[in-house]
């Protein structure tokens, strides 16, 4: 008996503070009730799929570009014969955390369709993508594209970006700040936080919570600095970082060009698509 008091009663205690807790976070919190789940990539016999914020996608490289494409088995659905509509962009475009049936391009491809113009879809992005890898991936891959082709890059305002610098990564720039070790070590245990732990609406309040009291919350964009706006400082000219600003819509300029450049040459009809 002093056994079972020591250990089971305390733990009974602790599952029903722990249900109320996780009833009154569905019920005032109801965006976050539903489960959002993240597993890592996992292979399959015609490329790989893995789960974000619970929806499964596939993904097969085609001609070398990594494409989302319906289920495992539509690597055959592309036609020689037809032109081909490329989508690049980042996880807006990957459709992240949609099924495929409900991403744009795919009610694009049905529109299409039912005007009888028919084309190839292929939706080429990846997460974080900017206007640099684009141009790299166009520039590393021109075999691939025909002429009379479309090429649709997906505009994002976190695309504009000043030079990365000895304090950053590449493609990982000043509005990413420095991990803290207590940041780097809990890092560890994300792949279980994401795929596990995150079933539970309470502790995704707690988490999201948690990273708000971290970050600058209060007084003027110039005293919050970069955590003001954060991807989006250089795109609206933060207090601070106007100068910044305007080389990053400057160096935006001249990849838009080099990629108009890259398109004429191989006579590719290039639509700049944005989002409002």
Known sequence: ???????????????IIFLIL???????????????????NFKTDKGFSRISKSKIQHFQFFKN????????????????????IWLFGDSVTNGYGLKYTD?????LEKHLNLNNKRFNVLSISEYDNNIDNIVDTVKKNQKVFKSDDFLIFQFNYNDILPPSNNNTSANNVTT??????????ISGFDPIRFEYLH?????????????IVKRKTSGDCKTRGIEALGQYTFSYGSLGYSEESKTAWKLFKRKILQLKELTNKKKLKLIVLFFQ
Not at 103 to 107: E, G, K, L, V
């Open 1 to 15: 008996m002093k056994l079972i008091r020591t250990f089971i009663f305390p733990f009974i205690f602790l599952c």
């Open 65 to 84: 570009l990594k494409t989302r494409t319906k289920n495992n088995n539509t690597g055959n659905d592309y036609n020689e014969n037809l032109s081909t």
């Open 176 to 185: 990413r700040l420095k991990k803290s070790f207590l940041r780097k070590l």
């Open 199 to 211: 079933k539970s609406t309470f502790l995704r309040v707690l988490t999201h919570y948690a990273s």
């Open 22 to 40: 996780e009833l009154v976070s569905m019920k005032f919190f109801p965006e976050y009730s539903q489960n959002q789940i993240f597993k890592t």
């Open 103 to 107: 991403t744009y391009y795919n009610f």
